[in-house]
């Protein structure tokens, strides 16, 4: 069975400032991992994936995310956030081998940017 | 191909009343998905299908709903005897099969089902 957990339901940065996005997931064969962003009123796009290659992926926007299995985490970072990249964020597992994956969500973590 | 398309975007019915959204998924996508998002909430499973055959139904979901892919191309959702608490926005959501190392999925915009 998968599951993904988002630690932190809110983060509030500063301009600027580094961001950090935390994701742990539970899967039990080789896992595909997700982030996708949804600003308000729009719909879900994909940030970025890991999908058994380099375990450090870069997406859009200057995100990227590491793969660390002994931890099993997935979390997103930024150097230095920006005003535009307030919106919610999804870490997304889904098993890349089982015939009965599905994609799963975590209940998000909502980013607000100080000015 | 313009993507996963959703109708109708928005839908506002009277409990009580039946209502059916269509899903069209990236054409060449064999499996579809449907999730439910309430405000502030994250996507919640609802069901699947690869090609025709639907995989699995979340437990969230009540005999009231049934969703189908005839020919394995577009899908539906009905809700029967719509509930205040069936209130949501509505995603579609197709992907790749299995065997392509790929279950990267692609959403719609969603249906928006305000029940009165």
């Known amino acids: 069975a998968q599951s993904v957990t988002q630690l932190d339901s809110h983060v509030s940065v500063s301009e600027g400032t580094p961001v950090l996005l935390r994701c742990n997931y539970s899967?039990?064969?080789?896992?595909?991992l997700f982030w996708y962003v949804q600003h308000p009123n729009k719909g879900l796009q994909l940030l970025l994936k890991?999908?058994?290659?380099?375990?450090l992926v870069k997406g859009i926007n200057g995100f990227e995310a590491e793969f660390k299995k002994s931890e099993t985490s997935f979390h997103l970072t930024k150097p230095s956030a920006h005003m535009s990249d307030a919106a919610e964020y999804f870490c997304v597992v889904s098993d890349r081998i089982s015939s009965a994956s599905k994609i799963i969500f975590g209940s998000g973590t909502r980013l607000s940017i100080r000015p | 191909d313009t993507g996963v398309s959703q109708d109708p975007r928005h839908k506002i019915t009277k409990r009580g009343q039946n209502v059916t959204f269509r899903c069209d998924p990236i054409?060449?996508?064999?499996?579809l998905y449907w999730y439910r998002q309430t405000l502030g909430q994250g996507p919640e499973f609802l069901t699947y299908?690869?090609?025709?055959?639907?995989?699995?139904k979340s437990r969230l979901l009540s005999d009231r709903f049934s969703a189908e892919r005839p020919k394995g191309s577009f899908s539906t959702l009905e809700i029967q005897r719509t509930e205040q608490g069936d209130s949501a926005m509505y995603l579609c959501a197709s992907s790749l099969g299995l065997g392509t190392g790929n279950t990267e999925a692609f959403f719609g915009q969603g249906t928006r089902l305000t029940v009165v």
């Open positions: 890991y999908t058994s290659a380099a375990t």
């Open positions: 054409s060449e996508h064999n499996r």
């Open positions: 899967s039990s064969y080789s896992p595909s």
């Open positions: 299908f690869q090609n025709e055959a639907q995989l699995e």
